[in-house]
């Protein structure tokens, strides 16, 4: 009866224990039998589990520019939609700039009357110079106190200082115009547009982001143990997790100087071709272990 026993649990031993890998002998109830052990063998790193480290992180932009109008006009028209590509120099949206533009005039013709002022102020100073005793022409002959008082008698620093705040108001206003249209500062696509057509535009508000998607990194954290897998340089694997049947490469191009108080490092790695990226998407980031 023990014999028939003995068959039956080698019998089931050699069962569970067939498949890949080398022999080796174990005694079962007094019986001998032969066994299979997987080992590890050269060149099947890859597919252990512990092979490669991986963590996660996000897609970032390397580079990105806020748009905001600086003065509160109704917005004229917007010319891009989220997600369109635009090319350096491209108007993305303009304000109604009717007011702008007459407060340009109306500073130029401040300024021409303030020249005018100076030029008649200019012709009272030399007559309170003349009476002085002095010739208007031999400036340096003149003292300076008496070119003081012809100064203030004939109105001449007056004018002098109209024209000049007439001068900066106009440099004002025309800042106030070229700022009056949202401009592209560089090739990218556009997002988070949050403005429309005869909305009142707010100083300092965000109208859109423009991205520059060829320069993208992704960031991501890593205990300071497992450190010295990314230095400078080093390669890594990307894989979004909306589709882990795609996979970028990326290097690291900037490990943060500092610990924080989880433990970890952050660091970024910038991406060789980052085609169908958007920025903020979620990824797996992995490194060979060494």
Request: hydrophobic residues 45%; glycine residues 6%; proline residues 3%.
């Amino acid at each position: 009866m023990n014999s028939i026993k003995n068959i039956i649990l080698i019998t089931a031993v050699l069962v569970l224990l067939a498949g890949c890998g080398s022999k080796k002998e174990t005694q079962v109830d007094g019986a001998i039998v032969a066994s299979q052990t997987t080992e590890k063998t050269a060149g099947a790193e890859e597919d252990l589990p512990d092979a490669r480290l991986t963590t996660t992180g996000k897609v970032v932009a390397a580079r990105y520019a806020d748009l905001a109008f600086e003065t509160a006009l109704p917005i004229e028209n917007v010319l891009v939609r989220n997600g369109q590509h635009v090319k350096k120099g491209q108007t993305l949206a303009v304000l109604d700039v009717f007011k702008l533009r007459n407060a340009i005039e109306q500073q130029e013709q401040a300024i021409e009357q303030a020249q005018l002022a100076m030029e008649q102020s200019d012709l009272k100073m030399q007559d309170v110079i003349i009476t002085q005793g002095y010739d208007p022409d031999k400036a340096a002959t003149v003292p300076e106190k008496v070119k003081h008082n012809a100064d203030v008698k004939s109105g001449y620093a007056l004018s002098k200082n109209q024209l000049e705040a007439a001068r900066t108001r106009l440099a004002a206003a025309q800042h106030e115009l070229r700022s009056g249209t949202l401009i592209a500062p560089f090739d990218g696509v556009v997002a988070n547009l949050s403005v429309q057509a005869h909305q009142l535009a707010q100083p300092g508000q965000v109208v859109c982001r423009v991205i520059d998607d060829k320069e993208m990194e992704v960031e991501f954290h890593v205990m300071e143990t497992e450190l010295q897998l990314f230095k400078m340089g080093t390669e890594v694997t990307v894989v979004p997790l909306v589709d882990k049947t795609v996979c970028y490469k990326a290097v690291v191009n900037e490990i943060n100087p500092m610990v924080d108080a989880m433990g970890t490092v952050t660091i970024r790695a910038r991406l060789a071709s980052p085609t169908e990226l958007f920025d903020g998407m979620n990824v797996e980031v992995s490194a060979k272990r060494e």
